[in-house]
DNA sequence: TTGTAGGCGTTATCAC
DNA sequence: GTGATAACGCCTACAA
């Protein structure tokens, strides 16, 4: 390799020149298209080796019009569920040949416009997105632009695509685990109610506590942000304000844990005072030793079924809407009793 | 906006024939350049609205050289610290106009290449990087090609930029706390040697061993995997074998609470039996109910600088080599006693 | 088997 | 203040 930092990049012009062959001559060569000679194929792979050139996919993007790049975009990339779902899809992704553009939007709408802009203007191929919901003009956004999926969350009287876990049945599940162990006073943290997962994990928690002909009480439902430091105020200052509650539903293991430390840091044990469950199963995959109740969908699976119904759209433009909705079970450990 | 999916893209040609000007003038007008009117700016802006116009910033990158694109290569980004690092990273990256490529390299160094070169491929313009370390050959790729950072981990007699702990007193103050607590039996979880971050807190480590006149025990060093579930079974094996500890270093935060699950599990009591340090304060930005006793430095003025100087070696051709060695601290909490 | 021409969408240069 | 032209590097189509 001759080819250094301060000189300009190595082209097939540079090859060519070098092999003395046309630039055409060099790209196919390099592309091991089958009406170059092997004598030829070989003198240009090894010309090419001792300039030290790699391929501009800029250019090679401009002319093709893909670039084998996936776009991610999601609320907080620093919440362990995301960073184990964005790892999952990322192999995935880099087994078909793609990579991937993260973009964090701190679950803003704004921030969440500029990302999907952002991955237009970039021509990738594809985007994965969790949407904020805070409206659906993004979704429009996309729809009129580029293949996507959804993962995690989902809109009602909409085509889109998506991947999620079964959150009413999730919601169902662990409260009535709750109340069959004898607790009636459930503090639900839930997230923001425009997001589906949010709505539809209330609404299947309501519906465990209907079975029981407990009225959902309003006052034991805190709407919380869904990004860290959500929760740890909300649990101190309903405590602290004479709140009764023998039990958390939080909307995910992260501000369950959050929680956690709330109560803790109040003087009460988990799970003698107060039982916790969570939702995402994090310790599935990372080993934290407080083991949290939780409800649990498989993450491989997700990030896979995800992967594979976007590279179907883009690759075989496959234009049926594939809803999947996973099963969800729940994990039982120790912050709850 | 009349764009959509099964239609082509919108670009400045179709602007400039619906708008009667020419294809330059557009440009112009929408990149706000003063030679050209308020009137044809305003009329130009009407129109790519209403088209619904959206940069093809693949032809400006051809064009122009850049991408306003910065690659972050790392071991495993559902290890909590690098994925709090890229989301620190991203929002100040973002604020200077800048997207992050995130690629994982799961610690392995051919991956580490593929990564390198699909980024330089790409024509990132800059790349910030943990390296794998197992050889100097993708530095050397890298200093050929385009400008980098490391970050958490260095080379020796070499003139990379660099951003990194002070490793060397981490793994002294660590130890010396757990002297001075009585511990002289410490599992050092150490990873492997050719990683500079893992050598020198293991010698620093040592210094604080031989400061009390103890020898550095060899069959207490075990070196072991540093992406997740690295430490879990080295800690249960080395219980089962026999092995006497009545402390653990771990290399980092995520393998101390793996391994405080491992000893949990074996019936043992953190901090009673078995005391344990981590190293990566990951409860500065999350909030995990597990207090972990571990070494700090700040992850924001980390990820700051790192970017500051890869931009600055971008964006102002600064070509002096900058070494940036953080401040470490020790943060007790109740894993240890 | 190899070379020439043209174009992907944008922007810099220069002319008008 | 605006338009024509060329160029970024690569690849497809077609010619030789």
Redesign the interface.
């Known amino acids: 390799?001759i080819?250094?930092?301060s000189s300009r990049?190595v082209t097939l012009k540079d090859i060519a020149l070098k092999a003395g062959y046309s630039v055409n001559t060099v790209s196919r060569a390099l592309s091991d298209k089958n009406d170059i000679s092997d004598k030829t194929k070989k003198l240009v792979r090894e010309v090419a080796n001792e300039l030290?050139y790699?391929?501009?996919?800029?250019?090679t993007?401009?002319r093709s019009g893909y670039?084998k790049?996936i776009s991610i975009i999601l609320g907080?990339?620093?919440n362990?569920m995301?960073?184990?779902l964005?790892?999952e899809m990322?192999?995935f992704l880099r087994q078909k040949g793609y990579?991937?553009?993260?973009?964090?939007t701190d679950e803003s709408f704004i921030q969440e416009k500029k990302a999907i802009?952002?991955s237009?203007?970039?021509?990738v191929d594809g985007i994965i997105i969790c949407p904020t919901q805070k409206d659906d003009s993004n979704i429009k956004l996309l729809?009129?632009?580029?293949?996507y999926v959804l993962i995690g969350r989902r809109f009602y009287n909409d085509t889109s695509d998506y991947v999620i876990t079964n959150d009413f049945e999730g919601g169902y599940i662990a409260t009535k685990y709750l109340l069959e162990k004898g607790h009636s006073k459930i503090l639900n943290l839930v997230g923001p109610q425009y997001i589906s997962s949010a709505k539809e994990r209330l609404e299947g928690s309501r519906k465990a506590l209907l079975e029981k002909n407990i009225e959902p009480n309003f006052t034991l439902t805190k709407e919380i942000k869904i990004v860290?430091?959500g929760?740890?105020k909300t649990v101190q200052k309903a405590f602290k304000e004479g709140l009764k509650f023998d039990s958390i539903f939080a909307f995910n293991d992260?501000l369950a844990?959050?929680s956690?430390?709330?109560l803790?840091n109040l003087g009460l044990d988990?799970p003698n005072d107060v039982s916790v469950i969570g939702y995402d199963n994090i310790q599935s995959?990372?080993?934290?030793?407080?083991p949290l109740t939780t409800v649990s969908a498989s993450k491989t699976k997700m990030a896979k079924m995800t992967v594979e119904i976007l590279l179907n759209k883009i690759e075989k433009k496959d234009n049926k809407t594939h809803n999947a909705v996973l099963d969800v079970d729940l994990v039982i450990r120790n912050s709850t009793k």
């Open positions: 390799m080819n250094n930092k990049p030290g790699i391929n501009n996919s800029v250019a993007s401009l670039t790049t907080d990339i620093s362990p995301f960073s184990i964005v790892k990322e192999v990579t991937s553009l993260i973009l964090n802009t952002s237009i203007s970039k021509k729809k009129q632009n580029i293949p860290s430091g929760a740890y992260l844990w959050e956690i430390l709330a803790n988990v995959k990372l080993f934290f030793p407080f």
